[in-house]
């Protein structure tokens, strides 16, 4: 602590958003104070041991694209890229109930991979016909030229006003919309959605690029306290912050759990919705902060498999026709594993209710379905963890209304993926949400 509880920034929330926050004002010279309430960092993104196996999980598989700038930065300021693998060219194998499958392999020529990879990637896929694959040609094309407009609506009635066939919505443009935006085509802003396809997939070099984390989320961000000290910052663990304190309409500090105050006139918030409405003084009687209270979530329910069987040398597939989307390969330290698969459903409303053993046998019989050579391979241990409130559903009225970093009150800053970015609440836009936040203090 400083000798007389001042400082510079006072950071709420050692998630990415007030990782990237604290790091951007320490870069514009500052020395912040990030205040997280448990003893990890990383928010939703963190890792944990599972206990039977042995192996280090995380709360649910992250991916991430080539476009993560914001997310990036962070990550290479910590020294942590060689950590996470990234693909060449994205490159999607397709898996069906049937045991037929696909690949999405988004390789260009001369150079030339962003959109033209992705156009061609698209031509080679063989599960949609010529039909589909013109109009599909044809809405990149028209999205690359910003002439769609997409509105108020929502991501299903702009794919139907762009002449998406229910096959390519289905087989397409829903598990790009589940991965990315945590919701349903029919609940997300198509204004979003837009914005996702023309940076992630219709963007430039390797924008669409898949990035997939090589050690559990927690290794990842463990470096960053280190290099906060270093640079004259601080880390409190373990230690929420109960209410802002304000006065005359700017921000005096904030008072801990424990009654301790803390003084700085600019404070970041970097925490969900919901933590902020607890701790935002009664008195504060402000539209911006009553809305809070309306902003709904979408659940991602993620598992682990522990399977006696090698599963095939694919490190992710997309699997199609059933409640899973994602299967991604991962190594384990079980003895008697062959190996093991982390699992993941977005938008998993229908299936978060299940109990555990439902979700576990039904994503079982799934991967058994979907890859002939795991037929009668048994599963030996399996772990579920359903985040409910995983990420703010970004629907058509939500996108409207998403408050901007800068609040009301003098000095305080309001970050996090849920605040406008104009981006998915993801990684990158917790991490630009941070950037923002950090360059209004
Ligand atoms: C299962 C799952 C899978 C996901 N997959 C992906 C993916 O593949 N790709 C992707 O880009 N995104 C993914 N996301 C979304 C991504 O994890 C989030 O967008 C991002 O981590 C949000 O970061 P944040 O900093 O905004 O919020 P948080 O991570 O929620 O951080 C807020 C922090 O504030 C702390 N806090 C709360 N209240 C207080 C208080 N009063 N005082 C002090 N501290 C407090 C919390 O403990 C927490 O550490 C996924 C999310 C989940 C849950």
Same mark, same amino acid.
């Given at each position: 602590?400083?000798?007389?509880?001042?400082?510079?920034?006072?950071?709420?929330?050692?998630?990415?958003?007030?990782?990237? =926050?604290?790091?951007?004002?320490?870069?514009?010279?500052?020395?912040?104070?990030?205040?997280?309430?448990?003893?990890?960092?990383?928010?939703? =993104?963190?890792?944990?041991?599972?206990?039977?196996?042995?192996?280090?999980?995380?709360?649910?598989?992250?991916?991430?694209?080539?476009?993560?700038?914001?997310?990036?930065?962070?990550?290479?300021?910590?020294?942590?890229?060689?950590?996470?693998?990234?693909?060449?060219?994205?490159?999607?194998?397709?898996?069906?109930?049937?045991?037929?499958?696909?690949?999405?392999?988004?390789?260009?020529?001369?150079?030339?991979?962003?959109?033209?990879?992705?156009?061609?990637?698209?031509?080679?896929?063989?599960?949609?016909?010529?039909?589909?694959?013109?109009?599909?040609?044809?809405?990149?094309?028209?999205?690359?030229?910003?002439?769609?407009?997409?509105?108020?609506?929502?991501?299903?009635?702009?794919?139907?006003?762009?002449?998406?066939?229910?096959?390519?919505?289905?087989?397409?443009?829903?598990?790009?919309?589940?991965?990315?935006?945590?919701?349903?085509?029919?609940?997300?802003?198509?204004?979003?959605?837009?914005?996702?396809?023309?940076?992630?997939?219709?963007?430039?070099?390797?924008?669409?690029?898949?990035?997939?984390?090589?050690?559990?989320?927690?290794?990842?961000?463990?470096?960053?306290?280190?290099?906060?000290?270093?640079?004259?910052?601080?880390?409190?663990?373990?230690?929420?912050?109960?209410?802002?304190?304000?006065?005359?309409?700017?921000?005096?500090?904030?008072?801990?759990?424990?009654?301790?105050?803390?003084?700085?006139?600019?404070?970041?918030?970097?925490?969900?919705?919901?933590?902020?409405?607890?701790?935002?003084?009664?008195?504060?009687?402000?539209?911006?902060?009553?809305?809070?209270?309306?902003?709904?979530?979408?659940?991602?329910?993620?598992?682990?498999?522990?399977?006696?069987?090698?599963?095939?040398?694919?490190?992710?597939? =997309?699997?199609?026709?059933?409640?899973?989307?994602?299967?991604?390969?991962?190594?384990?330290?079980?003895?008697?594993?062959?190996?093991?698969?982390?699992?993941?459903?977005?938008?998993?409303?229908?299936?978060?209710?299940?109990?555990?053993?439902?979700?576990?046998?039904?994503?079982?019989?799934?991967?058994?379905?979907?890859?002939?050579?795991?037929?009668?391979?048994?599963?030996?241990?399996?772990?579920?963890?359903?985040?409910?409130?995983?990420?703010?559903?970004?629907?058509?009225?939500?996108?409207?209304?998403?408050?901007?970093?800068?609040?009301?009150?003098?000095?305080?800053?309001?970050?996090?993926?849920?605040?406008?970015?104009?981006?998915?609440?993801?990684?990158?836009?917790?991490?630009?949400?941070?950037?923002?936040?950090?360059?209004?203090?």
């Amino acid at each position: 602590m400083s000798p007389n509880n001042t400082f510079d920034a006072i950071i709420l929330g050692a998630g990415i958003s007030g990782m990237s =926050a604290a790091m951007h004002c320490i870069k514009q010279g500052k020395s912040p104070l990030l205040i997280e309430s448990t003893a990890n960092i990383g928010g939703r =993104a963190r890792s944990f041991e599972d206990r039977v196996s042995g192996d280090i999980i995380d709360n649910g598989q992250h991916v991430m694209m080539g476009c993560y700038a914001s997310f990036f930065e962070l990550i290479k300021e910590i020294g942590m890229m060689h950590k996470i693998h990234k693909q060449k060219y994205l490159t999607i194998p397709f898996h069906f109930t049937n045991g037929e499958k696909d690949l999405l392999f988004a390789k260009g020529f001369a150079g030339l991979h962003g959109s033209i990879g992705m156009a061609l990637g698209m031509l080679r896929l063989n599960f949609l016909n010529g039909k589909d694959k013109r109009s599909m040609l044809l809405f990149a094309l028209r999205l690359k030229l910003g002439i769609c407009r997409p509105g108020s609506m929502t991501a299903m009635e702009f794919l139907l006003s762009e002449a998406q066939s229910g096959r390519l919505i289905e087989l397409i443009w829903t598990p790009v919309i589940l991965a990315t935006m945590n919701g349903k085509p029919e609940e997300v802003s198509a204004k979003v959605f837009v914005t996702v396809l023309r940076l992630a997939f219709f963007g430039s070099g390797d924008a669409s690029s898949l990035y997939i984390p090589q050690c559990g989320l927690s290794e990842l961000f463990e470096p960053f306290e280190a290099w906060m000290n270093e640079r004259g910052g601080k880390m409190l663990r373990s230690m929420g912050v109960s209410t802002i304190d304000i006065e005359h309409n700017q921000v005096k500090g904030v008072t801990l759990q424990d009654g301790t105050k803390l003084f700085s006139s600019s404070v970041i918030t970097a925490i969900p919705p919901h933590a902020l409405q607890k701790i935002i003084p009664d008195a504060l009687n402000h539209s911006y902060f009553s809305e809070l209270g309306h902003i709904n979530y979408s659940p991602i329910v993620s598992l682990y498999l522990w399977f006696d069987k090698e599963f095939p040398e694919i490190q992710l597939s =997309a699997i199609m026709d059933t409640k899973t989307q994602w299967i991604f390969k991962k190594t384990t330290k079980m003895q008697s594993a062959k190996s093991l698969l982390a699992l993941t459903i977005s938008a998993g409303d229908e299936i978060v209710g299940n109990s555990t053993e439902e979700i576990a046998n039904l994503c079982a019989e799934e991967v058994r379905q979907c890859f002939p050579e795991m037929r009668g391979a048994n599963v030996i241990h399996w772990k579920v963890i359903k985040e409910k409130s995983a990420t703010v559903l970004i629907d058509p009225d939500t996108e409207e209304r998403r408050p901007n970093q800068k609040s009301p009150v003098d000095g305080l800053v309001i970050a996090g993926d849920w605040t406008n970015t104009g981006l998915p609440a993801t990684l990158e836009g917790a991490a630009l949400s941070g950037k923002i936040a950090a360059s209004l203090i």
